[in-house]
């Protein structure tokens, strides 16, 4: 794997283009952290699975690119959206709830059926 140098203003002017974040799925995901511990194999000591999936999951966000959701918790509802900031929330209601009355973290609420979401008055909402 070769290396670009200089490769930041790329990166960011393709993060600055997309609005709504592209969602990665669990065989994509997988095969991009695979990518990542082969690459990293050779040039560092065993850094640990965290550190590799924080590295990939930063270098995914500066591209626009969201991991896959993370498994839903079975306590509540399973409906989860990704903030701006590319972290997953997941509904605290009850498994089972009306979805036409919405979401709801208890620090976000989201439309069903959104996976991409915005707090209330943000400027860069994705159309």
């Known amino acids: 794997m070769t290396?670009?140098?200089?490769?930041a203003p790329v990166v960011e002017a393709a993060a600055e283009e997309q609005q709504t974040p592209r969602i990665l799925t669990w065989d994509e995901y997988s095969n991009a952290y695979g990518n990542a511990v082969s690459a990293l194999g050779a040039r560092?000591?065993?850094?640990?699975?965290?550190?590799?999936f924080a590295a990939l999951d930063a270098a995914l966000y500066a591209l626009g690119i969201l991991p896959p959701p993370p498994e839903p918790d079975a306590d509540t509802c399973p409906a989860q959206f990704a903030s701006l900031e590319g972290e997953w929330h997941q509904c605290g209601d009850e498994p089972?709830?009306?979805?036409a009355e919405g979401?709801?973290?208890?620090?976000?609420?989201w439309p069903d059926g959104d996976r991409y979401a915005t707090p209330e008055g943000d400027e860069?909402?994705?159309?």
């Open 3 to 7: 290396l670009i140098p200089n490769a």
């Open 44 to 52: 560092s000591h065993n850094p640990g699975s965290e550190a590799v």
């Open 96 to 99: 089972g709830h009306d979805p």
């Open 103 to 109: 979401h709801s973290d208890g620090e976000w609420s």
């Open 124 to 127: 860069q909402a994705p159309e």
